[in-house]
């Protein structure tokens, strides 16, 4: 039971232009959303998050949406940079009881920007 | 300082081996975690401990033994390897289990198990 789901393995921009990164959720007891970057032969590390209060949380370049009634958030990366690429994991957590930190993660979508 | 540590980072062994990953972090947190990447890519949470305790287990076979001797430190030990243990092991820290604390990864372990 994929509670998270990021449907598209693979996306492709050039530099300069905008990233447009999906995911869906189906747990309506999630209330923290969260992404992760993940470059090759490491750990992910922290991008931007979002609360299940806000509609919208901006971090320099990265924004984050979230669409509660559709239980769909998507990460925008305005201007897209080379450095950009890497594999994005969206995640979601709920607070409480036995999802104590647990952040149950989609399967990823690989970013390339291309020069 | 590398915040989250874990040691191996790549471990081949033979099926039927008892082997250990270490995991240190530096933060101050008080939780901590072990995740795995299986072969489809998904991450998916294994343990938690708050303060040594174990807080989550997710149907982890009992093979797996998770040791936390201080707040500081989670290690894994892993007994009777199989080949489907093969896997990207990663351990991670909170502040504390809360939703919206940040969680912070490890760079990962690559288990193959021959």
């Known amino acids: 039971d994929q509670q998270v789901k990021q449907n598209s393995p693979s996306l492709s921009v050039q530099e300069g232009r905008i990233s447009i990164l999906n995911c869906d959720y189906t747990?309506?007891?999630?209330?923290?959303f969260l992404w992760y970057k993940k470059y090759p032969a490491e750990g992910p590390t922290f991008l931007i998050s979002i609360s299940s209060i806000k509609d919208k949380n901006e971090d320099g370049r990265f924004t984050v949406f979230l669409n509660k009634s559709a239980k769909h958030l998507s990460l925008h990366i305005v201007p897209s940079q080379p450095g950009d690429s890497a594999v994005y994991f969206c995640a979601a957590s709920a607070e409480g009881g036995t999802s104590y930190g647990k952040l149950t993660f989609g399967q990823g979508t690989i970013l390339t920007v291309h020069p | 300082d590398t915040a989250v540590s874990q040691t191996p980072k790549y471990l081949v062994t033979q099926m039927g081996n008892d082997k250990s990953i270490k995991c240190e972090q530096n933060?101050?947190?008080?939780?901590m975690y072990w995740y795995k990447q299986d072969s489809k890519k998904f991450l998916k949470i294994m343990f938690s401990y708050n303060n040594k305790e174990l807080i989550i287990n997710e149907t982890v076979p009992n093979r797996f033994s998770p040791k936390s001797p201080d707040k500081a430190h989670l290690n894994l030990h892993i007994n009777s390897l199989e080949l489907g243990d093969s896997a990207v092991y990663f351990c991670a820290s909170s502040q504390d289990g809360r939703a919206g604390n940040t969680i912070y990864f490890g760079e990962g372990s690559w288990l193959t198990v021959v």
């Open positions: 933060l101050g947190h008080d939780t």
């Open positions: 747990n309506s007891m999630f209330d923290y």
